[in-house]
């Protein structure tokens, strides 16, 4: 276990910001840490990147403890905060071997070094421009290259992606998922789901303080889901026709909205055709039959809102 977090708990005051976290990241995984504002991951990350305390509890990094290790955790992690600090004057070369001379990466190594993080982060054609001048996902992209100078096992990104453009978050995906594919241990913090569906092999969901699901993208999905739900529109007598389907055998209980009668069907039964014959039996003009989309969003709210455990 390359993160291991017991009883985590941190108190602002009478705020109970984390409340007794358990999280297990293995070595390898790219872990998505999903939760509205105010849910706790900046405070969880920022444990794990040995800027904060718990209150009690223990938090592991590497088998290290924060707050008696810490100085065995910080060479094997690269933490990119929330915000980007204003460095006025300095172009995007100085910047990065300002901070490896910070982890005493000196001489030929550092040239190198720097070389190395500006290609891999796609900032090397911009390596004479000013800091301050870049773009939002340029910085974003910077902040990430700092990090990754002494070459770090764990990077801990604390909603990377928030504020860029469509172009830029996908530009920071495709920089995230190399980084990944070459051995990092990422956890990735974001408010939006989809945004790391593509990217992470499982996800922590975490509401007020509280980890409300640990698994695979997957999993959460198909928690969430619960049974199919069938949208349906007929031509006319709407109301008749819902309550015909709703002395379906199948259907667990109806609802009219948006001008549909929406349908939800038993939890095993997917297959929806038994609903159209029984609509055209009974002389009804189904103007449309489809089943409703469970997208990731809909998902997030249901696992956050504790519908499902
Ligand atoms: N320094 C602080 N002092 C007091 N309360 C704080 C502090 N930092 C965070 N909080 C509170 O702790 C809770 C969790 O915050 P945070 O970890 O930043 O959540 P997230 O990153 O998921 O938005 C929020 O209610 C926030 O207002
Ligand atoms: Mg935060």
Redesign the pocket.
């Known amino acids: 276990m390359i993160i291991q977090t017991i009883n985590l708990t941190k108190r602002?005051?009478k705020?109970v910001?984390l409340n007794n976290l358990h999280l297990d990241i293995e070595e390898g995984e790219c872990f998505g840490y999903i939760?509205p504002?105010?849910?706790?991951?900046?405070?969880?990350i920022k444990i794990l990147a040995t800027l904060l305390q718990p209150t009690w509890g223990e938090a592991r990094v590497c088998g290290h403890v924060v707050g008696y290790e810490s100085s065995k955790i910080r060479p094997l992690i690269g933490y990119v905060p929330d915000f980007f600090g204003a460095y006025e004057d300095m172009v995007v070369q100085e910047y990065l071997e300002f901070f490896a001379s910070a982890y005493n990466i000196q001489g030929a190594q550092r040239t190198r070094v720097v070389g190395d993080v500006l290609e891999l982060t796609d900032l090397a054609y911009k390596r004479d421009s000013l800091v301050d001048g870049l773009s939002r996902g340029m910085k974003q992209r910077l902040s990430v290259a700092r990090v990754l100078l002494h070459d770090p096992k764990v990077l801990l990104l604390d909603e990377p992606a928030s504020g860029l453009d469509p172009r830029a978050r996908i530009e920071m995906r495709e920089l995230l998922k190399e980084l990944w594919r070459m051995g990092k241990t990422i956890v990735i913090?974001s408010h939006i789901l989809h945004e790391l569906a593509e990217l992470c092999t499982t996800i922590g969901i975490i509401e007020q303080g509280e980890l409300l699901f640990h698994g695979s993208l997957e999993e959460a999905v198909r928690r969430a889901r619960m049974g199919t739900r069938v949208l349906i529109r007929v031509l006319e007598q709407q109301d008749l026709a819902a309550q015909l389907i709703e002395k379906h055998e199948s259907v667990k209980k109806i609802e009219i909205n948006n001008g549909y009668i929406v349908a939800e069907l038993d939890d095993d039964v997917h297959d929806f055709s038994s609903l159209a014959q029984l609509l055209l039996a009974n002389k009804f003009r189904i103007n449309e039959i489809k089943e409703e989309e469970v997208n990731l969003e809909t998902a997030f709210m249901r696992l956050t809102k504790g519908i499902v455990q």
């Open positions: 602002y005051g705020l910001a939760g504002n105010g849910a706790g991951k900046t405070t969880t913090s």
